[in-house]
């Protein structure tokens, strides 16, 4: 069973070789690419029933080298349920943009480099939930940041190249501090195995410890944007194209939180920022759902609410109980695949009405009504109304903040409250303006034109009816995800089970004798 | 742990020049600074490495008197990927030329969009029914006021076309742009 775990990172890395040699014929790239995410899906979904129902972590070390030496891959319940999750939501986008692709027809150099960057970023996604110790962490993130460079300045055009600069300058500092704390963990306790590290940590005095734990929470809080240090994402993410602002939005930030809670959980155990953590993860609530409510450009908006709810998963962390740490972790997931069809959503949305201004598109409820469905339920779902997972989510955290019931965590709640209706407030705004409003520019002859192009029947006729149709894989993709959202909820309570479980075993520190149990190779 | 206290000056000389390198809006300066910061912080974990020894291999000696390889192998993996990394900068850089950007960091269009419209559209924004007639009404009354300023129309009457990225252009420019009186 260990001998499947490397093939996470190894498989999508491969598979990238693969896409590049055959640059030139996109047909093999898809199936490559395709057949890769899917192989990775697979074994990871083997993998989480293995280490679920055996209760025990699988650690495996890479070469053979002992355990405290060597580079340790190490899953447990929360690494394979977020490889699961992030593999599903990397394949939807991919069939997105495959989709996206064939309807522009573009056979030049973005799509030849598309494919290979797309599943490097994979692999170092995976290299990172799976990482045992904090360099190969490192690694991890910088796999996954130099193909994000590549995929965010796609096509280099003059917006992108502007958007890019700032993203890469933000990421390249965070990088930086994190090496730096990297340096300076491994020469207060010499040794940067996550396992070890914890066991020894506890032999420091409490204030290099603080000064260690800053430090890695400052790299982090930039990945994950964390409120004083979000201000780089809206900026950046919505002149990507629409499948790479998806899968950036579900999966980038959260690894960021998942490098923080495996900080605050394992490493820093004794060590206590919860208060500092609290109130930052207000203000990213407050101050991201604010910055949504002034923008009118749907992907912006999105972006936006983004940063505000990264403050949920802030706010749970800081909780620190293990019923809080479960809720985190189903919310998580549950903003990851949201958020992703959200995005893609407003992919449809740019292709269908040629803008994601909500100024600008008016009347998509009566020209594309499946389209106001799929944009409709993953909306309210990240509102927080009920019976959706999000609100199961926040239920869940609110409730686990008032079993604490200090002060702070009331007001920690009522900011939840109040985000999660400014959430619902602008998406619903938006919803109205793009979808609700009427369109009294088209007579009800072109609204049943568009609606047969829509369906992709009717042959184009000129440029702008050629951009008005979606293909069907577009479609079919966004509602797919669409399901996997209602599954979230309908699914709510083996998935909080697990998450509940997988919060109990984080407060329990991991050791090296665990580890050495868990590797059979 | 015994550190050089030379390695540590040249680091915080290296990590101070970089970080006020890296907030200058010129692009190649901010390279400049990224790559001063790079070399300080694989400095830092050479300082970390503590008392040089000999070549750590398997039979050179006696592993007291070895260095640590690990933050070796550390540096150099961290050197590679500031290498690969400033190889992108580089080709970004003189893309951004190449656009005529000249080469600095640039301020983001929408956030000045934002900033400058006024209470005006944001009423407008909320007025769900009838923008366009709106549109009308609130174009005379700017030009006769010298307060407000054109901009505001100017943006928000070009940023679809502004956006040249490929996928994203918007189908109805002609439409939209063709009120930018």
Known sequence: MSALVPLLVALPLLGAGIALVFGRQRRVQVGVSVITLTLVAAIAAVLLYTVDSSGQAIAVSVGGWPIPFGIVLYVDRLAALLVVISSIVLLAVLLFSVGQGAADGDDDTPVTIFHPSYLILSAGIFNAFIAGDLFNLYVGFEILLVASYVLITLGSTESRIRAGVVYIVVSLVSSILFLAAIAAIYGALGTVNIAQLAERMTELPDSTQLVLHLMLLLAFSIKAAVFPLSFWLPDSYPTAPAPVTAVFAGLLTKVGVYAMIRTETQIFRDNDVNTLLLIVALATMIVGVLGALAQAELKRILSFTLVSHVGYLVFGLAIATPLALGATIYYMVHHIIVQTTLFLAVGLVERRAGSTSILKVKGLMRAAPLLAVLFFIPAINLGGLPPFSGFIGKLALFDAAAEVGTPLMYILIVGGIVTSLLTLYTLMRAWNLAFWREDDDHTEETGVVDRISYLGDAPAADDEGARRVIPRIMTATTAGMVAVTVALTVFAGPLYTLCASIGDALLTPVTLVQLDDGGGS | ?181
């Open chain 2, 1 to 181: 742990m015994t550190v050089s206290a030379v390695l540590i000056v040249i680091m915080a000389a290296l990590f101070a020049c970089g970080a006020y390198a890296m907030l200058e809006r010129s692009l190649t300066r901010v390279l400049i600074g990224f790559l001063l910061l790079g070399n300080a912080t694989n400095l830092f974990l050479l300082v970390v490495m503590g008392r040089p020894g000999i070549a750590p291999f398997f039979g050179a000696g006696d592993v007291d008197e070895m260095s640590d390889p690990l933050p070796q192998a550390l540096t150099l993996t961290a050197i590679v990927i500031t290498f690969a990394v400033s190889a992108f900068l580089l080709a970004l850089i003189y893309r951004s030329w190449q656009l005529g950007q000249a080469d600095t960091v640039v301020d983001d269009e929408e956030d000045i969009a934002v900033r400058d419209r006024g209470a005006v559209e944001e009423d407008e924004m909320d007025d769900e029914t009838s923008i366009e007639d709106d549109d009308e009404d609130a174009t005379t009354d700017f030009i006769g006021t010298e307060t407000a300023p054109i901009t505001v129309l100017h943006h928000r009457d070009l940023d679809g076309i502004r956006d040249d990225a490929p996928v994203d252009r918007p189908g109805r420019d002609g439409r939209d742009g063709g009120d930018a009186r």
